[in-house]
């Protein structure tokens, strides 16, 4: 029997699992005091998971706060909506805005692969819907363990298959991210997906229930026993009897992600490490990509039909989050028939339904003028529909199962008013150690022949190789809008046939650098992705972000993040690019050991006219190659330590964002004037890297003269910021060359692109290096290690 | 020996639920449909407990998805012993072992 607000009153003193669910003494307490009584078990259950990190941001709020005191100008105009909604909404011009946002699916990822990353891409997907926008396109950042490790074989191509396998039948092109490699990933992939989503101003649709007599309509499909492994505790026979169950704390506390504070679904299981399934119900969801699909049609043709009041997708906490979450931000309460909503099992708890991660499921507020209509056209995507309770003029959130009251809560205590915690947070002791173990003493490489074997050494290398084994599995061209794909720098795409607008996507995060330096380190990975948008022509607007981080319990990690926080706070007020939304990953550890660091940036930019967007590769022979920015001595960090010395210590390269935006103004104003053949931004690997990307893109070579000052191998191989590879049309050079005058931007002239035949990339006076012979270093490396498995 | 693997009860399964919808468009109404798969084995020599317990690893490893999927090893006479249509009755069947992970 459902334990009811009745049996709660009479029994006071029952006990219950709440440590089992992950609360603490204290927050246990703060639910009995807001009550006025002991919760139910349904009621228990909504609090502890809503009220996990995952959830509540319980750790993290209060940092967070400094994204959300941000200007929220873009240069093209107000934010529309920003952290908080389920994701932020940037104008575009010409009436247009885009929603994106980026959510990690790590663990569920770590447990089953293929589900869990499939499943990470339909919450993103979802979460973009709810804004009223239509889906146009996916991105996925990815960090695995060490590529010949046989746990990477068994995680990497599952991960990389349900990304594809989901994003595909969805129709959504999959237009770029990253994919890197660390051993501290080894039992804690990330898998963190973004997505982008178009709408008209006057469509934008939040999420909030209004309007007492509205109907609560649960669409899409039916609810099972997914993801809620960690509440079975409370769905076995008697609280006295809820041993064995104890994996609910240890369990909890591994997935906590979700999105930004107040809001959202996002989707990520709040169960099971997988280590040790002890519950009996399985808490890995499964995905279904074609009822998703139907959804996505179903939803925008009842948006177009103007029949929504207020929407949420249900992800996280499912529906837990979606009703406590709209009556929230609503003006009244809600009354929910739990005995309504339609079930794949019949034998689930009240509990289980409130938990369940039932995937591809949505709910919509709407007036009951608007109900047969909205059910009509429901039922003509074959979509499953039912209404299951109503928006009242109260302001509690009433669920009945049976005919009896199992919650009675105020809503804004459940989803907006959870701890927060001023975790302890404190630079660690061995932070100057690692930045005092810096690069001087590692052996550099002299001559021509030893920097030509470096270069080879490098491209090859799992970070830097040709990641066409993991991209050729999605499909980038679907829905015939893609204009640069991977391997460019940036994802293009355009939003519709006539105007020619576009836009640019790019995810960037060196962890590395980020251990070196969390502050720093963030900045970077801002840097990079700013930069990487700019080199296609693109104007960055604003910023997602994806924290993935260890254990908040512990001071370091949470100094880590604190940093990574100010860091990107700070940079994004520097370059003017508001932080949309994002979402928060705590926990990310084996055992004691955290992964890096690893804050995940997104960076959206807009381009008036797709046709001048710039691509990475060399365009043609003949020409002139220049190196845009300034080139120093930093190393610490860069590839070249890890690969050639295995060397992890120092100081990260510098960021500078006035130059950051000086370049970023020259690559814009080159592409909208089509100066450029080409333009690749410097990053890992350094301009050996860019230069190799820019010359195998369409097979042509290059020969380059590096100033007679400069030394070769910082020059090939120093991964300062703040630069850009350019290849330069016939008689543009003035152009360019004035335009970085005017900006500051310091240009030097490297070389030329020669010609396909017999290419070869030629650094004179060092080596000169067929381009069959760079080819193979850089592509066979994933390849081999994937064929032996 | 035959390794059946389907989906655990509780998850998710399009594929079922794709040819149960299809059934129903059909006319075939009130047909719920679960679809896992049939692995059959040609095992060398005696089966053997040590045999059994090594093929159940196999299906372990290989065969069956143990996070989501369960599977069910039998030994079944080798297929000229048994008419088509009545396959699955005649057939000596010994049920093993059943495993969820």
Known sequence: MADTVGDAARTPDQAQPWAELGLKDDEYARIKEILGRRPTSSELAMYSVMWSEHCSYKSSKVHLRQFAELPTETPVGKLLAGIGENAGVVDIGQGYAVTFKIESHNHPSYVEPYQGAATGVGGIVRDILAMGARPIGVMDSLRFGPLHEPDTARVLPGVVAGIGGYGNCLGLPNIGGEVAYDHTYLGNPLVNALCVGVLRHEDLHLAKATGAGNQVILYGASTGADGIGGVSVLASESFDDAEGTNAGQAERSTEQVEAYPSTSSGRSSSTSSGRKPASKRPSVQVGDPFLEKLLIECTLEIFAAGLITGIQD??????????????????????????????????????????????????????????????????????????????????????????????????????????????????????????????????????????????????????????????????????GNSVLAQPDDAGVLRIDEYSGLGVALATDCNSRFALLDPYAGAQLALAEAYRNVASSGAEPLAITDCLNFGSPEDPAIMWQFSEAVRGLADGCRALGTPVTGGNVSFYNQTGSTPILPTPVVGVLGVIDDVTRRTSGGFSAAEHPIYLLGETRDELAGSAWAQVIHDHLGGRPPEVDFAQEKALAEVLIRASRRGLLGSAHDLADGGLAQALVESALRYGFGARIELPSEADPFVWLFSETTGRALVSVKEGADRDLASLCRINGVMLTKLGVVTAQEDASLEVVGQFMLPLTRIREAWQDTIPAVMATH | MVVDVMPKPEILDPQGKAVTGALARLGFAGISVRQGKRFELDVIGEITEDRLAEVHRAAETLLANTVIETFNVRVEEAPEASEEDDQAESAEQTELATQAG
């Open chain 1, 314 to 479: 249900l992800g996280g906490a499912g529906l837990s989050c979606a009703t406590s979450e709209l009556a929230s931000a609503g003006d009244g309460g809600m009354h929910i028939d739990l005995d309504l909503v339609p079930l794949r099992n019949t034998t689930l708890s009240p509990e289980e339904i409130l938990m369940s991660e039932s995937q591809e499921r949505m709910m919509a507020i709407v007036e009951p003028e608007h109900v047969e209509d909205f059910l009509a056209i429901c039922r003509k995507w074959d979509v499953l529909a039912t209404v299951i309770g109503e928006v009242t003029a109260g302001d509690r959130l009433v669920i009945d199962w049976h005919g009896e009251t199992v919650v009675d809560v105020p809503p804004r205590t459940v989803a907006h008013e959870g701890p927060v915690y001023q975790r302890p947070y404190g630079r660690p002791e061995w932070q100057d150690q690692v930045q005092a173990n810096g690069i001087d003493q590692l052996p550099r490489p002299a001559g021509g022949e030893e920097l030509a074997d470096t270069l080879l050494r490098l491209i090859g290398s799992p970070n830097l190789c040709d990641k066409s084994w993991v991209t050729d599995q999605y499909d980038r061209y679907v829905r």
